[in-house]
């Protein structure tokens, strides 16, 4: 355990009271010495503070009080107008909820219509290929039917002969 050396502060006046102990008398430090040893402060400006020194530091410390006020305003602004926004944007959702639900069946609505279209479309496109697979054979057969009737039309031309039967 490394000894304990108290330091006191014997250096000047501060603010008319002489032999002030500092706020640094417990440092424990790792020079080996005796805990009763005082290690004086020796103080390098030994006159009195000027007015101007004391004007600057209360110059000083009024800004730094202003700045914090000035912080502290800011702050409680800011909290009060989240404050009111939450507000607002509470009341403008109780406004709207209805309508919201609304406009959200209607959506849900437009997209069960859409699904029924889109289900009605795929029994229209499986029919349809029912029929485009029925009715090629069909088709196939009624051309070569008109290409045979072409056919003897050509070969009625080509011989033209009129027969009249009266019976």
């Known amino acids: 355990m490394q000894p304990e050396t ?3 502060w014997s250096g000047g006046t501060s603010a008319g009271r002489r032999d002030v102990q500092s ?3 417990t440092l424990r430090f790792g020079v080996s010495a005796s805990p009763n040893q005082v290690l004086p402060i020796v103080s390098s400006d030994t006159r009195k503070e000027s ?5 600057f530091t209360n110059l000083t410390s009024t800004l730094m009080l202003l700045s914090q006020l000035l912080i502290v305003v800011v702050l409680a ?4 107008t989240i ?3 939450s507000w607002q944007a509470r009341d403008t959702a109780h406004y709207y909820y209805p309508l919201m639900v609304e406009g959200a069946n209607n959506t849900m609505e437009i997209l ?6 889109s289900s ?13 697979v029925t009715s090629v054979p ?19 031309a080509q011989n033209p002969v009129i027969k009249l039967s009266m019976e």
Not at 51 to 55: E, I, K, L, P, Q
Not at 120 to 132: G, I, K, R, Y
Not at 148 to 153: C, G, K
């Open 6 to 8: 108290r330091i006191i």
């Open 23 to 25: 706020p640094l008398a």
């Open 51 to 55: 007015s101007v020194d004391r004007r």
């Open 77 to 80: 602004v800011l909290v009060f």
């Open 83 to 85: 404050a009111y926004v």
């Open 112 to 117: 069960r219509h859409g699904h029924v279209a």
């Open 120 to 132: 009605s479309l795929e029994t229209v496109m499986a029919q349809s290929e029912v029929m485009a």
């Open 138 to 156: 069909e088709m196939i057969q009624s051309v070569n039917r008109t290409s045979a009737m072409v056919a003897r039309m050509q070969q009625m």
